[in-house]
């Protein structure tokens, strides 16, 4: 179980591949870095807040040393959620000996085409699932990023080839929890840093929210690329409990 953070409750879904052909995540992660070039001292004081925070959030709504429930006046209900502000940059650009001209788009809050993110699975080896549960999974999620590689073949104007190369999504109570799925990248982009720049980008997102317990599943394979990004296994014993049809 690692982190970033803080922490976010599970719910049960195949994730993370970076090199690796993974079937389905078994290890829980949580965020507990953002600054990922601070000092030893540094991080280890920024994991001792992220410890104190975290239980700070797991308790509120509660009394100390008393069941009672600290009811909170309601939000008003005219007020709207805000959503993660959609955003489209070009990560890489390079140009191909035959004059190609290459683009490497990141991009949130856009649709994404379930054929081709089944594609996608496929390419990493994860198992097919029902395309009507893969499009609810999105439209049910509180982020989705995407990597498009974008292909301009010289003298051709406006006849782009558009392929989708890497994904990762977050599920959250728009509050105090989130939780990543699904983070891959077609194996021919991977040693890029493209999946890196994937999972940075959503938790600066979730961060600029004010979503501070963020976690996600690792196969073992991944955990260091994970830990390299700020995550903790287990932190102060915490483990991640699953219930799943016995069949």
Known sequence: MLSYNAVASPSRCPIVSFGCQCQSSNQL???????????????????????????ESIRSGFLK??????????????????????????????????????????????????????????KVGWPRRPLSKLAAA?????????????????????????????????TSDHAFNATI?????????????LGKALVEKVVRALLQKDIGNISLFADSQVVDFYRNLGFEPDPEGIKGMFWHPKY
């Open 29 to 55: 992660l949580f965020s507990s870095n953002p600054n990922y070039g601070l000092s030893k001292a540094s991080r280890k004081l920024k994991v001792s807040r992220f410890k104190a925070r975290f239980w």
């Open 138 to 170: 999105l439209k049910n999620s509180y982020l989705v990023a995407t990597l498009h590689s974008i292909r301009k073949s010289p003298g051709s104007e406006g006849n782009e080839q558009r392929t989708l190369i890497g994904m990762a999504r977050a």
């Open 65 to 122: 040393n008393n069941s009672t429930q600290v009811m909170e006046a309601p939000p008003d209900l005219e007020e709207e959620e805000e959503e993660p502000m959609p955003e489209e940059f070009v990560l890489i650009e390079k140009t191909q000996p035959d004059g190609v001209i290459e683009q490497i788009i990141f991009s949130s809050g856009g649709d994404v085409d379930i054929y081709e993110l089944q594609t996608l699975c496929d």
């Open 181 to 193: 799925w699904d983070v891959l990248v077609d194996p021919s982009y991977q040693g890029q840093g």
